[in-house]
C-alpha cells in the first residue's frame, strides 16, 4: 500500500489544473513522488508533486501504483475538503483496490472511497 499526505490547497490546485483536459485521471505514487495525469481526445496533461518541486507533500510507497479514476468524482471529493476545513488530505492507494481519501477534522476523520477503473 501506499500513502501521500498532501497539503488541500496543493492537491486542489492539481485538480484544478487537471479540470478541462480529459474525463479520466491516473494517480500514480511513487517512492519519491505522485504524478496526476489526465488525457484527452488532443490534449494530454501531468502534474508531479515531490519534495524537490517544493510541494507539501510526503510519500510513503510499499510499491509503484497506478489507479486510473473518473476525473468527476476526484473533483467532487476534493470539494468536500473546504466542508471540512481540512489542511491535509491522505490518498491511500493500492493495486486493484479502492483509493481511500482521509481528511482530518477536528473530531476525527472524514474518510471517502472510490473504485478504479476497470479495463474490460
Known amino acids: 500500500m501506499s500513502q501521500v499526505l498532501i497539503s488541500m490547497v496543493s492537491f486542489v490546485d492539481c485538480i484544478k489544473i487537471l479540470k478541462d483536459v480529459g474525463e479520466d485521471i491516473i494517480i500514480s505514487v511513487s517512492e519519491k513522488e505522485m504524478s496526476l495525469t489526465c488525457t484527452g481526445g ?24 497506478d489507479l486510473a479514476f473518473k476525473f468527476k468524482y476526484i473533483e467532487l471529493l476534493s470539494k468536500s475538503a473546504h466542508l471540512a476545513r481540512a489542511e491535509e488530505v491522505l490518498l491511500q492507494l493500492d493495486n486493484e483496490k479502492p483509493l481511500s481519501l482521509v481528511f482530518e477534522l477536528g473530531l476525527g476523520s472524514l474518510n471517502f472511497y472510490l473504485a478504479p477503473l476497470i479495463e474490460e
Request: aromatic residues 0%; neutral net charge.
Open 42 to 65: 488532443s490534449l494530454d496533461a501531468c502534474v508531479k508533486l515531490s519534495e524537490q518541486t517544493g510541494a507539501q507533500i510526503i510519500c510513503k510507497a510499499g510499491s509503484t501504483v
